[in-house]
């Protein structure tokens, strides 16, 4: 019932910029925390970062200073803005929705970081 649509993906030069969005419907938007996740080819999925109903937010290591999530409640939406992309972080990138009982994930949306 619940589902969860990432867009925002694709080519992008090194470098570069871009912001994936992640529609949610189905649930009570407002409640949930939300997050990104992203599995790079032959490698672990591994979180990028998370925000929660509060709009607390906190990033992995490697993400911080780069990456910054958002969310707007009225669209019930959340954002990954990613800047200064480099080829590592080509993979594809997961939305995710904690609800502290249930874990439901998007289908994903490809990022390729390329020139």
């Known amino acids: 019932q619940v589902q969860l649509v990432e867009s925002g993906g694709g080519l992008v030069q090194p470098g570069g910029s871009v912001r994936l969005s992640c529609l949610a419907s189905?649930?009570?938007?407002?409640?949930?925390?939300m997050a990104w996740y992203r599995q790079a080819p032959g490698k672990q999925r591994e979180f990028v970062a998370r925000?929660?109903?509060?709009?607390?937010?906190n990033y992995a290591d490697s993400m911080k200073g780069r990456f910054t999530i958002s969310r707007d409640n009225a669209k019930s939406t959340v954002y990954l803005q990613m800047a200064s992309l480099k080829p590592e972080d080509t993979a594809v990138y997961y939305c995710?929705?904690?609800?502290?009982?249930?874990?439901?994930w998007g289908q994903g949306t490809q990022v390729t970081v390329s020139s």
């Open positions: 995710y929705a904690d609800s502290r009982v249930r874990a439901f």
């Open positions: 189905g649930m009570i938007f407002s409640d949930f925390a």
């Open positions: 925000i929660s109903s509060g709009g607390s937010s």
